[in-house]
């Protein structure tokens, strides 16, 4: 193959910033929080999405930038200037959030007759309850600690609220241990609904943060607090199990699992007002750099604020419900067995219901000639109907065999509960492939027909959730193919058995084939293109972050090959680079759902091959977990794909933002000047307009 070699020497390309390209998406988030075309607690809601996305950054990535700064050397990737770069850069993002949150969200809600009533604005009336509801409902459920020798700096779990607090006076023993610490338990309500005030059409909340402080000087009496503040450590949380050393990779994660609230901290969060004297009391306490500390005007944890968002009864200020319509490739009622063997089925979530999946699993378990189930899990939820079905399929009688990914990272405790429920029942449970994560969604159903044994298959690009299959856009594909079923077969018993595997029919895996051989596709269509053959490449995934892959088709954009890169979220391959990436685009598009389906389009000299996948561009995708791809060769399906996938995303003027060479991301509509948008066409909204109900 030919890949950067011949790029020349002053055309040399440099990729964009991984974690700064992963900002950059929260920040393109962000703006839904600004716009004003989006309903306002929806608005509330994305700025609650910004505010996770960051805890999760923070707890996954930020360990290795914060070690490299605090030893100040080089290690690997990082150094003590990245970590100051990635942390300018989320302050930034912070400071925005907050007047976001303090300048127009809560404004707004207030003129809605929805607010938030701190202390000093709290009447009479609304005081003698908050103090009452401290008493009855809080004040028993906290035990504040006054640090001293023998009472060290308690165990502050990950993400948790928490009050330090500096007293004057002494205590019952005479000492003047100023220091003191109030943990609020996770079990009490973020924000609680205040009674209505007669004749007035306001609802009133009151945050927990506030209403503890507000009563902070009950817990001590006898002495006075002189100074207070909230705070909240983020941990680091990526659990670390070597599974070469471990016997039962299942006992280790939970044991592993118990420790996750309490790794090294990595960002502490403070009131606005939090003095010098106590931020670095807390600083030192956790080890932690100045850079580490965020100051913030308001509640320390915004992603609480999905609590008063669900306690709020106003229709006019959310999305417009959204019902998916049944597939249109199923008839209702139709046996899915006598569907597939007229053709596969392609299913557009969440414009079209996921309930479809389930119900094929339901017939699959309640069919006498339904022998045995295959399924991989890897995030299913808390309640999962999928695994009461697995579990009725045992005990009716079918050989039941779950591959459980142990280590979906935040999953890891469900899915133990649920490979215990299973084997518990007398499924067959393995956990994949030492060293490799099973990300591959798939479905293998054996039914006797006649004298016969027949494959159906269910493959998704996403995961067997029905509560993300709501909120996420992805491809489900049932099929009924004798050579795709087959390598679904082989792949199973290579998941159970570790027996190497046999050559495949249609399905190209990770981590033996699947990034090999999109190299080599990418490759064909490079040299299509130098001898002046029309080619092209259209992408649409989550993330490119693999470097072999971002070299190639940069590669390839040198060559000719006209490549549209669809990416939600991090991409380290600048777009249109003089000299490097000219014929390269890249756009990602936010909207109400989370884009998560993952296509990949080969067009060379008039020859199509269209994929379908589990598996994002990205280094650990290719080459460390088990990921499946997959042909779509039907025409109507393919040509279905094509313009549900890919065109309606390459048009849309509303929520694409376009890749710059420099990894700047401006607004599509805005025509690349940064302006206001100027037309309104949305890939999403049409999709659900199309499919969907509403009511």
């Given at each position: 193959?030919v ?9 040399r ?12 998406f929260?920040?393109?988030?962000m703006?839904?929080a600004?716009?004003t075309d989006v309903?306002?607690l ?8 910004v ?8 707890e ?8 490299a700064?605090?030893a100040?050397e080089?290690?690997g990737?990082?150094?003590a200037?990245t970590y100051?770069?990635v942390?300018?850069?989320?302050h ?7 007047a976001?949150?303090?300048?127009e969200?809560?404004p707004l ?6 607010k938030?009533v ?7 009336r ?7 509801y401290?008493?009855?409902e ?6 504040p600690?006054?640090?001293?020798p023998?009472?060290?700096f308690?165990?502050?779990?990950n ?24 943990k609020?338990?996770?079990i009490?309500?973020?924000?609680v609904?205040m009674?209505?005030?007669?004749g007035?059409?306001?609802?009133h909340?009151v ?21 207070f503040?909230?705070f ?7 659990l ?8 039962n ?16 901290a990595?960002r502490l ?16 306490q956790f080890?932690?750099p100045?850079q ?6 308001g509640?320390v ?10 306690q ?5 200020l959310?999305?417009?419900r959204y019902?998916a ?6 008839t209702?009622?139709?046996s899915?067995f006598?569907?597939?063997?007229q ?6 979530q ?5 309930d479809?999946?389930?119900a ?5 378990v309640e069919?006498?000639?339904v022998l ?8 299913t939820?808390a309640?999962s109907?999928?695994?009461?079905l ?6 009716r ?6 591959v459980?990914e ?5 999953d890891?405790e469900?899915?133990i509960?649920y490979?215990?429920r299973?084997?518990?029942?007398g499924?067959?449970?393995v956990y ?16 006797r027909?006649?004298?016969?044994l027949?494959?159906y ?8 959730n029905?509560g993300?299959?709501?909120?996420y856009t992805d491809l ?6 004798d050579?795709?079923t087959?390598?679904l ?13 046999p050559?495949?029919n249609?399905?190209?895996i ?7 051989l999109?190299l ?7 040299a ?9 490449i ?10 072999m892959l971002?070299?190639?088709l ?5 060559c000719?090959?006209?490549i549209?890169l ?10 249109q ?12 598009v936010?909207g ?6 993952r296509?990949?389009?080969?067009n060379?000299?008039g020859?199509?091959e ?9 280094n650990?995708?290719?080459?460390r ?8 060769t ?9 313009d549900e996938c ?7 003027s509303k929520?694409?933002?376009?890749l ?8 599509a ?10 037309v309104q ?5 049409n999709?659900?307009?199309r ?5």
């Amino acid at each position: 193959m030919v890949f950067m070699n011949a790029i020349p020497a002053h055309h040399r390309l440099q990729f964009l910033d991984r974690d700064h390209s992963i900002l950059a998406f929260n920040e393109r988030v962000m703006d839904w929080a600004r716009r004003t075309d989006v309903p306002l607690l929806e608005r509330l809601r994305y700025l609650s999405i910004v505010s996770s996305n960051l805890d999760e950054f923070f707890e996954v990535r930020m360990a290795p930038q914060l070690g490299a700064h605090k030893a100040n050397e080089q290690r690997g990737l990082y150094t003590a200037e990245t970590y100051d770069r990635v942390s300018t850069t989320v302050h930034a993002m912070v400071a925005q959030q907050y007047a976001i949150y303090n300048d127009e969200l809560l404004p707004l809600l207030e003129k809605k007759g929805i607010k938030l009533v701190t202390h000093g604005e709290r009447n009479l009336r609304q005081r003698r309850w908050v103090k009452e509801y401290f008493q009855r409902e809080v004040q028993p459920l906290l035990m504040p600690v006054g640090l001293d020798p023998a009472h060290p700096f308690p165990q502050v779990a990950n993400k948790s609220l928490n009050f330090i607090v500096r007293l004057r006076g002494k205590d019952a023993f005479g000492r003047e241990n100023e220091i003191a610490i109030v943990k609020v338990p996770r079990i009490l309500p973020r924000f609680v609904r205040m009674p209505p005030i007669k004749g007035s059409k306001q609802t009133h909340f009151v945050s927990i943060s506030s209403l503890i402080r507000s009563h902070l000087a009950d817990l001590f009496p006898g002495r006075q607090v002189t100074e207070f503040s909230q705070f909240r450590v983020t941990r680091h949380s990526d659990l670390a199990v070597d599974e070469e050393e471990v016997k039962n990779l299942r006992t280790a994660l939970r044991k592993g699992l118990q420790q996750r609230h309490y790794g090294e901290a990595l960002r502490l969060e403070v009131s606005a007002g939090c003095s010098e004297h106590l931020s670095n009391f807390l600083l030192a306490q956790f080890d932690l750099p100045a850079q580490a500390l965020y100051r913030v005007p308001g509640p320390v944890n915004l992603v609480r604020l999905n609590q008063l968002i669900d306690q709020v009864d106003a229709p006019a200020l959310r999305f417009e419900r959204y019902n998916a319509g049944w597939p249109v490739d199923l008839t209702p009622g139709q046996s899915f067995f006598d569907r597939l063997q007229q053709g596969d089925v392609l299913i557009h979530q969440p414009y079209e219901s996921f309930d479809a999946v389930l119900a094929f699993l339901r017939e699959a378990v309640e069919d006498p000639n339904v022998l045995a189930i295959k399924q991989t899990i890897y995030r299913t939820g808390a309640k999962s109907e999928l695994m009461d079905l697995l579990r009725e399929g045992v005990r009716r009688g079918k050989e039941v065999t779950a591959v459980v990914e142990l280590k979906a990272r935040f999953d890891e405790e469900a899915n133990i509960n649920y490979a215990e429920r299973l084997e518990s029942v007398g499924a067959q449970v393995v956990y994949g492939v030492v060293g490799l994560k099973t990300h591959a969604k798939m479905l293998l159903v054996t039914r006797r027909e006649g004298g016969n044994l027949k494959r159906y298959a269910h493959l998704s690009t996403g995961n067997y959730n029905p509560g993300t299959a709501r909120l996420y856009t992805d491809l489900s594909y049932l099929t009924a193919d004798d050579a795709l079923t087959a390598d679904l077969e082989q792949i199973f018993l290579h998941l159970a058995s570790q027996n190497r595997l046999p050559k495949l029919n249609k399905v190209l895996i990770a981590p033996f084939h699947l990034h090999r051989l999109m190299l080599e596709k990418v490759e064909a269509a490079a040299a299509a293109a130098r001898v002046g053959k029309p080619a092209r490449i259209t992408l649409k995934m989550n993330a490119l972050t693999d470097e072999m892959l971002a070299r190639a088709l940069a590669q390839a954009s040198q060559c000719g090959v006209q490549i549209d890169l669809i990416v939600r979220g991090a991409c380290i391959l600048p777009a249109q680079l003089p000299g490097v990436t000219d014929n390269l685009r890249v756009r990602s598009v936010i909207g109400r759902l989370l884009e998560h389906s993952r296509v990949f389009h080969f067009n060379v000299d008039g020859v199509e091959e269209l994929w379908l996948s589990s598996a994002d561009w990205m280094n650990r995708n290719m080459l460390r977990r088990v990921e499946l791809a997959w042909p779509v060769t039907d025409p109507a399906l393919r040509e279905r794909i094509i313009d549900e996938c890919l065109l309606a995303y390459l048009h849309d003027s509303k929520d694409a933002w376009l890749l710059q060479p420099d990894g700047r991301y401006v607004p599509a509509g805005a025509g690349g000047s940064g302006k206001a948008r100027s037309v309104q066409h949305s890939a999403q909204h049409n999709l659900m307009a199309r499919y969907g109900t509403r009511g």
